[in-house]
């Protein structure tokens, strides 16, 4: 599990969950497998309603699915990875705001060229789209199934560290190490 790895003394979830939780109402974990693992959180652990890991779409559907029940009124599921201990402090209220300028169905994030699809705030009304093309279509590209809506795209500054910045690699891990001795970022 890539987000209990640490930086910082800390996991790089427990890096994710401070800057979440100030964000939204409820905050759940998307997680297949030993729930166990992410006790020291104190949070929902909801594994994936589709079954033979379906990739993140699934995981977005499954939030979609858990938001309805733990927050009966809320309109909008946002989503995030857990290997990115940098990611914006104000993710929900720039994504909710450009969706709801434009009249977005959702709203994704981009930086420094690229866009983020895992960083997006989803109406909940799309929930029965997204089933039915996660379980009927096959679809697994979180921007194959996105484009299909209006959807906002938010541009986040690269400066002085893309807040995207995610671990894939041992020397991922060294260069959040490195940032985190210092100040992390705003």
Same mark, same amino acid.
């Given at each position: ?36 693992? +992410?006790? @020291?959180? &104190? #949070? ?7 079954? /033979?890991?379906?990739?993140?779409? $699934? ?26 201990? +940098?990611? @914006?402090? &104000? #993710? ?7 969706? /709801?300028?434009?009249?977005?169905? $959702? ?80």
């Amino acid at each position: 599990d890539k987000c209990l790895l640490e930086i910082g003394g800390k996991p790089l979830l427990a890096h994710v969950v401070e800057r979440m939780q100030p964000q939204v109402r409820a905050l759940a974990i998307n997680a297949n497998g030993d729930p166990v693992r +992410f006790a @020291p959180f &104190n #949070l929902p652990v909801i594994a994936d309603v589709v079954p /033979g890991f379906a990739g993140p779409l $699934a995981g977005i559907l499954t939030g979609m699915v858990w938001a309805k029940k733990a927050v009966p009124d809320a309109k909008w599921l946002l989503s995030v990875a857990g290997d990115t201990p +940098f990611l @914006p402090r &104000n #993710l929900a209220g720039r994504l909710g705001e450009a969706a /709801g300028k434009t009249n977005a169905a $959702a709203a994704m994030a981009e930086s420094g060229g690229r866009r983020h699809p895992v960083f997006g705030l989803w109406s909940l009304d799309l929930m029965e789209d997204l089933e039915r093309a996660v379980v009927v279509e096959g679809v697994r590209k979180i921007v194959a199934w996105a484009d299909r809506y209006p959807l906002a795209r938010v541009d986040f500054s690269t400066r002085p560290l893309d807040p995207f910045f995610n671990i894939n690699r041992p020397e991922d891990l060294k260069i959040a190490n490195t940032l985190s001795t210092g100040q992390m970022p705003p």
